[in-house]
């Protein structure tokens, strides 16, 4: 099995500060923006991402944790996933509520996301950042601000590891071709 | 660590893994009874039935939130307006209601093992909400979550169950249920309810309740079942009130940070005082919030079972 890595520590980390500039860009600052990861990559991104910010414009943004298990479409045609805690302990009631995750394929992760804010309030608007998107999609949703594209080929896999999660940072490809 | 069971029958069966990851399940469930809709899609499309033998407020009232805090449906059954009246029998009541297609069936009933039997014949997934004096396995859980959620831990704690012992589906659930983790376990209460050989469980037997609770970190009360005629195991309720009732004073033998439970509906000024029912170390109130989402933990593990 061949193994490329295609984003290393280095490489990751200017990813997010562009990400981070382009989120700031688009809207201006961060007035009423907040940031919520995705259990379990999404969140350490955030954090992240959260620390940027505050270099680059001296605020903290609020930062919430959202777990989508409850509000998967295939939650019981696949082995039935721990459902682990949401911690968003602020008001989103008209923020621009920025949805963070590591990868981004079919979509269903980030519509499920989507319908479990829905059920906290009515944001302003909802922005997603990913640190990759794999193409590949099934339903209309796309990010707004985006690592690396990576089209990827049959046989192929991408992972992305953090130090947080899974001992050091990179992005590899594994796979046939 | 995944869940296989079909059924939760009883705290007996189950590993402490099992336990745990219920306890784990539940404190993820918890925060959307906090949230302004109290509802996510989880259990949309499943079907709840609740089949109550026996009267009830709470469990009853507990599980059919949970479940449709879920998104399931729900149809409760209670005897009194059900063909129980008309002499059916368990077995077909159970069979006629999965020609409905229900998901999950919870059942009450005074008879024990009244839920095994509809565990055997139906291929619902069967959750007993009591069953006679036998066993009472989501009271245990939610006392446990509550445990855990006031101490930080289980283990190494003392925990004094007070009343009627020999009687108490609510107690053997939770003696089950303690066992599996490292604690010391003191059962108190009148000779004649107090099941013989329960020594041989390795707990401790302590028949004055002054030195039953010292040190406690936890006091879990039971309740006189006068509906059940459990008076006569006693010479006199009054007699039981001040001999085994809960009153403050007691209290300072316990640990400072010691909690209070009861599985409610309390006889008040029987087995416990207003002033500790309503006092600062009572977590009955809480005891009930936790109810639900242990019960949508559950819920959520017996419909997604892995088959």
Known sequence: MKKKVFLDKKAIDRTLTRITHEILEKNKGCEDLCLIGIRTRGVFL?????????????KELPLGILD???????????????????DISFDINNKIVLLIDDVMHTGRTIRAA?????????????QLAVLVDR???????????????????AGEEILVKLKENDGKDEVIIVGTQ | MNWTKKDLLEIKDLTKDEILLILETAESFK???LREIKKVPTLRGKTVITLFYEPSTRTRTSFEIAAKRLSADTINISASTSSFVKGETLKDTGKNLESMKPDVIIIRHSMPGAPHILARTLKSSIINAGDGAHEHPTQALLDL??????????DGLKI??????????????????LKQFDTEIVCCGPATMIPPYIEKLGIAVEYNINRAVKDADVVMMLRIQKERGRISYIPSIREYAILYGLKKAHLEKAKKDVIVMHPGPMN???????????????????QVENGVAVRMAILYLLTGREQ
């Open chain 1, 46 to 58: 955030a954090k992240r991402i959260q620390e940027k910010i505050k270099k680059i414009e001296k």
């Open chain 2, 145 to 154: 979550f509550t445990i855990k959620e006031k101490k930080g831990k289980i």
């Open chain 1, 68 to 86: 989508i298990t409850m509000y998967r479409d295939d939650l019981f045609k696949i082995k039935l996933p721990v459902v682990k805690k949401t």
């Open chain 1, 114 to 126: 989507i319908d479990a804010l829905m059920d906290l309030g009515r944001p302003k608007k909802i």
């Open chain 2, 160 to 177: 004094v169950i007070i009343g009627d012992i020999m009687h108490s589906r609510v107690a053997r659930s939770n003696i089950f249920a």
């Open chain 2, 268 to 286: 008040r000024g029987v087995e416990i005082s207003d002033e500790v029912a309503d006092g600062e170390y009572s977590v009955i109130l809480d």
């Open chain 2, 31 to 33: 925060e959307i009874s």
């Open chain 1, 135 to 153: 193409g590949n999609r099934e339903l209309p949703i796309h990010p707004d601000f985006a690592g690396i594209f990576y089209a990827i080929g």
